[in-house]
Nanobody
Framework: QVQLVESGGGLVQAGGSLRLSCAAS????????MGWYRQAPGNQRELVAT???????SYTPSVKGRFTISRDNAKNSLFLQMNSLKPEDTAVYYC?????????????WGQGTQVTVSS
């Protein structure tokens, strides 16, 4: 099996920065698209940013110019650099990856990491 583990969340003041990390482990042959999602209380989970295995990125408009997604394919890791944070960025952030194991493809989620931005 495979798993994704996020880290780097925490409490920060508005205007501050945080860097989220996500490490994939297990029976990994390759990882296709990876992404960060977030879910605020009472809201649906929403896409924040994605990155392909070749490095092509996309962002939801509300974070464009403030967040940067990146990955290290050699280490099966995903990152999200978040700058100029706003209170509305407060949410649980989840890592997602479409992972190929030795037998099949698995759409995999991490357990989430809390990001809280105070005003």
């Amino acid at each position: 099996q495979v798993q994704l583990v996020e880290s780097g969340g925490g409490l920060v003041q508005a205007g501050g920065s945080l860097r989220l990390s996500c490490a994939a482990s297990g029976d990994i042959f390759s990882i296709n698209v990876m992404g960060w999602y977030r879910q605020a209380p009472g809201n649906q989970r929403e896409l924040v940013a994605t990155i392909t295995s070749s490095g092509s990125t996309s962002y939801t408009p509300s974070v464009k110019g403030r967040f940067t997604i990146s990955r290290d394919n050699a280490k099966n890791s995903l990152f999200l650099q978040m700058n100029s944070l706003k209170p509305e960025d407060t949410a649980v952030y989840y890592c997602n990856g479409y992972i190929r194991t030795s037998t099949r493809w698995i759409d995999t989620w991490g357990q989430g990491t809390q990001v809280t931005v105070s005003s």
